[in-house]
Structures are given as C-alpha cells and as structure tokens.
C-alpha cells in the first residue's frame, strides 16, 4: 500500500512540476508541441509500475531471447542462401568460360578457327549446349571473301561441311553431347 502512496505522491508533483513548466514557456506558439510531450511523460509514468510487474518475470524476458535467437537463425539462413546462390552463379559462370575455351582449342584447325565459342551449363553443371561460330583462317572479320562460281562455292560447301562433322563428332565424344546439343555456323 505504501509503494502505491509514493508513486500516486511521484504522479501529483509531476503534473505540479509539468503546469509549472507550461506557465513559464516564453513563447505561447510552442505551447500545444510542449503540452503533448509533457502528456506522453505523464502516460509513461503512469504505465511504468504497470509494465515494471509484466517485464519483471525472467520468463518473459527468456521468451523475448528466444524468440530473438530463431528471428536472427532464419536471418542468417536466408544471408547463407542468398550467399550460396550467388557464389554457385560465379561459378557456373567461370566453368563455362574455362569449358568455352577447352572447346575452343578443340574446335580450331587447319581451314577454320573458332570466332566465338559459347558454353551453357546446368544448374547441376553439366553441359547443355555447346555454340560455335567459325571463320576460315586468316580471313579478317567483315570481309567477305571474292564470288566464286556455283560449283566451287559446292565443292566449298561440302568440304565447310565435312570439317564441321569432324568438329561436332570431336566434341560429341569427348562431352558426350547429342547432335541437337552443338550448334556451329560460319561467318
């Protein structure tokens, strides 16, 4: 009973103290800005032997830890997925630029050199599809080569062809690809 006196007595010269302070205010504008303020000390002073009974139990405080404990788990959790999932993109990305490269010196020949190899993986990392775009050697970029007739542009044809099949056989053997899998154009 007498720690419910004390803190009625604390409330009394509170708002003593709190209309005190509004009848000095210098200015009469800031009036309602200081007067909201002064009403939220005197809702927290009200509610605060209320509050110090609630949080008071360790249980509760436990809980709050608790709860805090998974709520940073699952936080972290998230970080190491989020982690793993761009540094597996990094990855997948080197390998297929490691992989392009390997086929790239396969590729190359006597007639014809790889312009650009493209290399796609899996999400598991096998290899899906292999693109090459080739050039004859030695021919500059742009530059098309001089008209020819209709039956050496064939004969042209037929031998691009050929070394195209020894190409894509090569790299059907070594990655164990399908026909559908290899893509290769000339320029």
């Known amino acids: 009973m007498e720690a419910v ?9 509170l708002f003593i103290v709190l209309a005190a302070l509004l009848y000095l205010l210098p200015n009469p504008r800031y ?7 002064l009403e939220m000390v005197v809702v927290i002073a009200v509610i605060s032997p209320v509050s110090k009974v609630i949080y008071a139990s360790e249980d ?3 809980k709050i830890h608790y709860s805090q404990f998974w709520t940073e788990m ?3 959790q998230k970080d190491a997925e989020k982690m793993e999932f761009v540094q597996s993109d990094y990855y997948r990305a080197e390998y297929e630029t490691a992989i392009g490269e ?4 396969m590729a190359s ?6 312009s650009q190899a493209e290399v796609t993986l899996s999400e598991t990392y096998e290899l899906e599809r292999v693109t090459l775009v080739m050039k004859e050697r030695g021919q500059e970029e742009g530059i098309q080569v001089e008209e020819i007739g209709a039956a050496a542009q064939l004969a042209e044809s037929v031998e691009q062809e050929t070394e195209f099949e020894k190409i894509r056989q090569k790299l059907k053997d070594f990655y164990h690809l399908e026909d559908s899998d290899i893509v290769i154009t000339c320029k």
């Not at 004390?6 to 010269?13: F, Q």
């Open 74 to 76: 699952e936080n972290l």
């Open 5 to 13: 006196l004390e803190w009625m007595k604390g409330i009394v010269v």
């Open 102 to 105: 390997d086929v790239r010196q």
């Open 60 to 62: 509760f405080e436990e």
């Open 109 to 114: 020949g006597d007639k014809f050199e790889v």
């Open 31 to 37: 009036k309602r800005y200081v007067q909201f303020f």
